[in-house]
């Protein structure tokens, strides 16, 4: 069975510090797909990233960046020097390919304050 | 880019009437389409598969009496909620797969309360 872990329920920082919401895994396949979501109060869902079972690599994208260590199945995220616009609730999530069904993790909310 | 819309983005109303929410691929073709609930401050839970010209496989738990879903065409699909209740009330999204292995699109969502 798989599962998607976020433990965190809910982070609140100042304006320009980071924070880095966490995420654990457990999938029997060999073969799957991470994926970070934000979903912004309006309720649509922002693809973020997506990374494969066999690319462990660290990725950065502006203030966003990932750590996936497959050795603790874990997936995190971080927002660095983070914005008000970064509120929002953030979902981490598992697949067996990178189309199918998702198995989501409870999400975390992210409050910004100026 | 690919978009995923869904309609109508909210709607209200009584408890006993059927609610249909629709789900489009704007400019790809979808044999397979996603349905998800979530309640209030919850998780996104998948409750149904769509498929395209077969029947829908529904998650444990979800009744395919009440959630009936049918997927018409490669572009539509439609979930209808049967007799709402008040316990129905929730926010629902849809999601479907491209042709190019992309990431899942998500439509919007579809907030519905039963009064």
């Known amino acids: 069975a798989q599962k998607v872990t976020q433990a965190q329920t809910e982070i609140s920082v100042v304006e320009k510090e980071d924070v880095t919401l966490d995420c654990v895994y457990e999938?029997?396949?060999?073969?799957?797909?991470l994926f970070w979501y934000k979903q912004p109060p309006s309720g649509e869902l922002v693809f973020l990233i997506r990374?494969?079972?066999?690319?462990?690599q660290n990725e950065i994208s502006g203030r966003y960046s990932w750590n996936f260590q497959k050795s603790t199945s874990s997936f995190n995220f971080t927002i660095t020097a983070s914005q008000v616009v970064d509120s929002a609730v953030y979902f981490c999530?598992?697949?067996?390919?990178?189309?199918?069904?998702?198995?989501f993790g409870a999400g975390t909310q992210v409050v910004v304050t100026p | 880019g690919a978009v995923v819309s869904q309609h109508p983005s909210w709607v209200i109303c009584k408890s006993g009437t059927s609610v249909k929410i629709e789900c489009r691929s704007l400019?790809?073709?979808?044999?397979?389409m996603f349905w998800y609930r979530q309640f209030p401050k919850q998780s996104l839970m998948l409750m149904a598969t769509?498929?395209?010209?077969?029947?829908?496989?529904?998650e444990q738990g979800v009744e395919k009496d009440k959630f009936l879903i049918n997927h018409a065409s490669l572009t539509l699909s439609t979930l209808t909620v049967t007799s709402a209740h008040p316990e129905d009330s929730s926010f629902y999204i849809c999601?479907?797969?491209?042709?190019?292995?992309?990431?899942?699109?998500f439509g919007n969502g579809t907030r519905l309360t039963v009064t």
């Open positions: 999601s479907a797969p491209d042709r190019d292995n992309s990431p899942l699109h």
């Open positions: 999938t029997r396949d060999t073969t799957y797909y």
């Open positions: 990374r494969n079972s066999f690319d462990e």
């Open positions: 999530a598992l697949n067996q390919n990178s189309w199918g069904k998702f198995q």
């Open positions: 400019d790809f073709q979808a044999t397979t």
């Open positions: 769509s498929n395209e010209g077969s029947k829908a496989t529904y």
